[in-house]
């Protein structure tokens, strides 16, 4: 498998943000080549896209961007529309308001079609399920069986690698800064539900798990 994936090409699904940034890194150590696809799918927020390019060209990996918004006319989030109030707290028993129904199925499948017209094999995505903050769709058991389902649909030999699967949020700014984009990471992706690069606004759902993350890995590493 190692050897396998060193000599092959990957396609990361790549936003700018902490999670597919710290993978995209990932697949530069792992595969000889990397490519980027980045979605557009009516977030209220574009400076992400750009941001996202600019790293991608900066980590020198080619960079296609999707436009995908149809998925925000046949689904509701707080993500993609201005009328509906953020999620301050995480509901117990049901999905967040942020959760974008079918955006990984969408994203996923879509980046399979465009790795097959180009004989990419790989495809990396960023969701973890320790941090899943209850969307369905960055479970292990999604990945895997999507993985199945894309590979019957288009008889192919995908395979879906899933670097953060397993870690918190903690330990994917450790893997930042293994890969030494530890301040890239930090002060130019955007994670923040309002737009807000680097450090974010600081007290929106995604902000308060990546600043919890990064102020845990900190006091770890400086003991
Ligand atoms: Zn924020």
Known sequence: ME??????????????????????????KEFKKVSAICFLYGQKHSKETEMAKAIAEEAGVDFHLQDVSFISQIGTSSLTDSSIKMDQEKPEDSVPNTFVPGRNLFFLSIAAVYARERGIKHLVTGVSQTDFSGYPDCRDSFIKALNVTLNLAMEDQFVIHTPLMWIDKAETWELADKLGVFDLVRYRTLTCYNGIPGEGCGHCPSCRLRSEGLRIYLERKNK
């Open 3 to 28: 050897m396998k994936m060193k000599d092959s090409e990957a396609l990361v699904v790549f936003s700018g943000g902490q999670d597919s940034t710290t993978c995209l890194f990932w697949a530069l």
